[in-house]
């Protein structure tokens, strides 16, 4: 599989690419990206301390799961902030941050791209578009969790680890 060959250059762990749940249980970083409408996963798949990172929309795991393992750090994945913006409507990420899918149609437009770049995740051309939105002046939104601050003055401490390690992936 091409995405796992391309993150064993960023991350020196065994790498699973399953549409298997069964996967999730012995994993440290969940990628949750498919189109399932509503919450894929319960709190018994989840390791203990594990990171998801939850880039599908609508979400695949669940506010319930979270209250009910509070070990699990989960992050929104798959935001960008775009200074100034306003959509006039609440789509639910925070204040000037929208979806990335809808930011590289905007920064495609505004570039003058009209290539397909519809397929599989594809790191190379992940960071080639970052590259394009810089340009542009999008950047990647700060960390959230359902679409709040990860980092809190009173979450500091116990986050602060995890929220890093987030980061780097």
Not at 4 to 23: A, C, L, P, R, T
Not at 153 to 161: H, N
Request: aromatic share 8%; with cysteine; charged share 20%.
């Amino acid at each position: 599989n091409k995405f796992k060959k391309e993150m064993g250059q960023y991350y020196s762990g065994e790498i699973f690419v399953s549409n298997d749940n069964s996967v999730i249980k012995e994993a440290d970083i969940v990628i949750l990206t498919t189109t399932s409408v509503g919450s894929i996963v319960s709190p018994e798949m989840l390791k203990k301390d594990a990171i998801v990172i939850d880039m599908a929309q609508p979400q695949n795991i669940s506010k319930n799961v979270c209250e009910a393992r509070p070990d699990v750090l989960r992050v929104d994945g798959g935001y960008m902030t775009i200074p100034g913006i306003n959509l006039g409507f609440k789509m639910g990420p925070p204040k000037e941050t929208t979806f990335a899918c809808l930011t590289e149609t905007i920064m495609s437009v505004i570039l003058g791209d009209k290539e397909n770049h519809v397929g599989q995740v594809d790191i190379g051309f992940a960071k080639q578009v970052y590259g394009m939105a810089k340009s542009v002046g999008f950047e990647l939104a700060p960390l959230t969790n359902f679409s709040q601050p990860i980092i809190t003055k009173t979450e500091e401490v116990y986050y602060g680890r995890k929220a890093a390690l987030a980061v780097a992936v």
